[in-house]
């Protein structure tokens, strides 16, 4: 354990072995949850048999499946065809002026003796060419030839039987099923029977399609009738294959779809989990970042490091429906610890990222890799808070196994709200189980808890919160072998532990450490009570002594001190401001005698050998041990006096040097004597003066 602790404070303050702790804990938690992450893969082959049922890990869409239902909805979209009205009036017209034409060359030719041949030539000249394909000449002429009134009548009923039929819509399909009805529309028409065979011909042919497709419509109405065609998913759960059935076409795309064939790698949830870590760090790194030592770190990250191990062990556990080894992960216990040694603010962090990555490392339903169990999660990091929140006022070992019983309570709480709010069907005794799982939770939380404590404190050289405490126990060997060997050093060293206290804590070090440092920083008086001022009764033993002698037993008991903190192991921490609380001061009195009774006498042989404080809180024990002292021996203390004692020691301090190997500021040290005369003044504030009550002598009868 030593060779650690010299170890870790060799390192405690290279920057560089920060970074190596960060890049140690992404990589440990990248590995730990790196096999729940991978894709679980397949050794299958076309036409295989499926030895188990496959489900799908994740939900995907099926972009083939979907594009080809797709497809199929736009081929059974028909196609648009638009109505074009102005058609029938188009052939209307056409028709109606073919039979004027007619008439104004039959008026042309009126006693000009024109021959029929030169009559059509002159009709082909005014009528468009196609028409002339659809008659013979013979026709044509029988046409030229007839009476004008027949060509009236016979120009009327064409023009009604085309805007008739051409009212409807024809398309190219029923073209001559339209050009039938033709003969139908001119059959009551009265005609000589070789005129009436010619309209009818011309009449079929003036009806043409009236309806044409329309391209931009039919790809519009393709567009819908695909667009509403839902995706088709592969979702998450999904029975791909059962046990025994074959692997056809189709199943082995389904699996290479979802990542499940063994040919298939996939870098993506790799870099997905990369990411994850990186954010789930990323507020260790942030709140460990900005300290100047090492130690916390390292704290945290075996904390951490066993967390992980402990959860993987777990996992090892065979699951059932109602068994989730998840549910008996003691998380508390990893919070309780970052609590203890670090602070509230991170484990309530820690929490969150255990209830986190526990979540993930133990969500095997559908073997969903890379997915959150929700409930898990919520059920983790309810267990954390509610370790981390029940210790927080009183950090003390008997309170450990308190709060291993309310984690438990919280489990079962917890168990319960999830259990009905999924609205499942449990029996009593998966119930029961579930209950059970969370009650040993937080019973294995203490435990974990109580066991790695001191370890972790022996390991590290820690000195936690819970430890400073305990420490302060007025049962605790050392202190009462003060009280009832020094009893006026015990009453002094409470003193300036209030003292100290309350000025550490005005500018942000820690009260606690200056509180029970203050307990035991004059241990060392107990080897000569009555040489110390404050334990004398009657005469005062350096009466009879030489100053040198004297000198020697009052600078001894720093000495003194330090030997017996040692030998009980007392906290570092402790030792060292035991042995600076008095730096390198002169013994004043003591010097002053004996330069009365010699010429010359060195000042460093009157000196305290040190060191000078290190610490803002050795710094601030020093100050308070000397003013408590300095107050104490006033037969009638004022807030002046106070003050001016107060103010007129530290600014001694400054001017002897005693104060430039710590961090304190000279605001801090202004902040120091205020809350140094505030306390002093609460402590000897003015009482008045009861009349002294008449003793009277008793009579007896």
Not at 65 to 81: F, G, I, Q, R, S
Not at 141 to 155: G, H, S, V, W
């Amino acid at each position: 354990m030593e060779r650690i602790r010299f170890f870790l404070e060799r390192i405690n303050h290279v920057r560089f072995v920060r970074y190596l702790l960060f890049l140690f804990l992404g990589l440990f938690l990248f590995a730990a949850l790196y096999v729940q992450v991978k894709p679980r893969q397949y050794e299958l082959r076309l036409f295989d048999i499926a030895t188990e049922t496959i489900r799908s890990p994740i939900t995907i869409e099926d972009k083939e499946t979907t594009e080809k239902l797709k497809k199929e909805a736009a081929n059974k979209v028909a196609d648009v065809y638009t109505l074009k009205k102005e058609y029938a009036e188009n052939r209307v017209d056409l028709i109606s002026s073919l039979f004027t034409t007619i008439v104004e060359i039959q008026d042309e030719a009126k006693g000009k003796n024109k021959e029929q041949a030169e009559m059509v030539d002159k009709l082909k000249e005014r009528l468009p060419q196609e028409w002339f394909s659809y008659l013979s000449e013979s026709e044509w002429e029988k046409l030229l030839q007839a009476d004008p009134e027949d060509i009236n009548t016979a120009k009327e009923a064409a023009v009604t039987s085309v805007h008739s039929i051409m009212a409807e819509r024809i398309t190219k399909s029923e073209l001559e099923k339209a050009r039938a009805k033709v003969q139908d529309e001119l059959k009551y028409i009265i005609l000589p029977p070789s005129l009436e065979k010619i309209v009818i011909k011309l009449t079929k042919q003036a009806i043409i399609p009236n309806v044409i497709y329309d391209r931009a419509a039919t790809e519009e109405k393709r567009r819908q009738a695909m667009d509403e065609v839902k995706p088709v998913k592969i979702l998450q759960g999904q029975i791909i294959v059962e046990e025994g059935q074959f692997i056809t076409n189709e199943i082995y795309r389904q699996l290479q779809l979802v990542g499940l064939l063994e040919n298939e790698r996939s870098f993506q949830p790799l870099i997905g989990l990369f990411l994850f870590v990186l954010l789930l760090l990323s507020p260790v790194v942030y709140y460990f970042g900005r300290e100047k030592t090492n130690m916390n770190l390292f704290v945290y990250a075996t904390i951490f490091t066993i967390m992980i191990l402990v959860m993987e062990l777990l996992r090892l556990i065979p699951e059932s429906d109602a068994f989730s080894a998840g549910y008996l992960v003691p998380v508390a216990f990893g919070t309780m610890l970052v609590r203890i040694f670090i602070g509230e603010r991170m484990a309530i962090i820690t929490s969150i990222l255990f209830a986190v990555c526990g979540s993930l490392m133990f969500n095997e339903e559908f073997g969903t890799n890379g997915t959150m169990q929700v409930s898990l999660a919520v059920y983790l990091v309810t267990s954390g808070l509610a370790g981390s929140f029940f210790l927080h006022k009183q950090l003390r070992k008997a309170k450990i196994w308190q709060a291993g019983v309310f984690v438990a309570f919280i489990n079962v709480v917890v168990m319960l709200a999830l259990n009905l709010l999924k609205n499942g069907h449990y029996s009593l005794a998966e119930t029961g189980m579930f209950l059970l799982m969370a009650v040993a939770s937080g019973i294995f939380s203490a435990i974990l808890t109580i066991g790695l404590l001191p370890v972790l404190e022996a390991s590290f050289g820690i000195l936690s919160s819970m430890k400073l405490i305990e420490l302060s126990n007025p049962n605790h060997p050392l202190l009462r072998k003060i009280l009832t060997e020094a009893p006026g050093t015990y009453h002094h060293s409470i003193m300036v532990a209030n003292l100290a206290e309350a000025a550490c804590e005005a500018i942000g070090a820690n009260g606690l450490l200056a509180r029970v440092a203050c307990y035991y920083h004059d241990i060392g008086k107990t080897k000569r009570p009555r040489y110390f001022i404050e334990n004398q009764i009657g005469s005062n033993p350096h009466d009879h002594l030489s100053p040198q002698l004297s000198k020697n037993i009052i600078l001894a008991h720093v000495s003194d001190g330090v030997a017996i903190l040692k030998k009980h192991r007392m906290p570092k921490e402790i030792i060292d401001i035991a042995e600076q609380h008095h730096g390198t001061t002169l013994l004043k009195y003591f010097y002053h005698k004996a330069l009365g009774q010699m010429d010359y006498v060195p000042e460093e042989e009157f000196r305290y050998p040190g060191p000078k404080p290190q610490t803002k809180e050795a710094a601030i024990v020093s100050i308070a041990d000397s003013v408590e002292a300095v107050v104490r021996s006033l037969s009638n203390p004022s807030q002046e006096k106070i003050e001016k004692i107060v103010r007129g020691i530290i600014a001694e301090r400054l001017q002897d040097n005693q104060l430039n190997e710590c961090d304190i500021t000279l605001k801090e040290l202004e902040t120091v004597a205020t809350s140094l005369c505030e306390t002093l003044n609460g402590v000897f504030h003015s009482r008045i003066e009861y009349p002294e009550i008449r003793k009277e002598k008793v009579r007896h009868a």
